[in-house]
């Protein structure tokens, strides 16, 4: 009996990009990685949904050839002082690593959330009152 290896997907979604990093069950070593850039020529579509699915299937063929079947999810969003919600594409390419035969054991959220850090970005084009 082989032992099956494990591996971590970890996926930061932004509302302009999706990337996700393949590595081994350590974190010390990449497998494999992509990003929207790499599936698609247009800028404005790197965070969607469709470009995120074929980035996940992607990894998940380089994955199998390196033997993993079984995976543990890391979502990120940018956080910060910006958004805590990941985009779009991460739930796409859940969906798109468990049709591809990878086994999910966990899904966990790691996104950065300030303990009261820095000020937020002032509104752009805030209608104003002046009197």
Request: glycine share 10%; net charge positive.
């Amino acid at each position: 009996m082989s032992k099956e290896k494990i591996g971590i997907v970890n996926i930061f979604a932004s509302r302009n990009n999706t990337m996700i990093v393949l590595t081994d069950e350590t974190g010390a070593e990449i497998i494999a990685k992509c990003t929207g850039g790499q599936m698609t020529k247009s800028q404005h579509k790197e965070g969607s949904p469709y470009i995120a699915s074929k980035i996940a299937q992607n990894v998940a063929d380089k994955a199998r050839d390196k033997g993993i079947t079984r995976v543990h999810v890391k979502i990120r969003a940018p956080g910060g002082n910006l958004y805590y919600n990941p985009g779009q594409g991460a739930e796409a390419s859940l969906k798109s690593l468990t049709r591809a035969g990878l086994n999910i054991l966990s899904i966990s959220n790691t996104t950065p959330v300030p303990h009261d850090g820095c000020r937020k970005k002032k509104c752009y084009r805030k209608k104003r009152w002046f009197f």
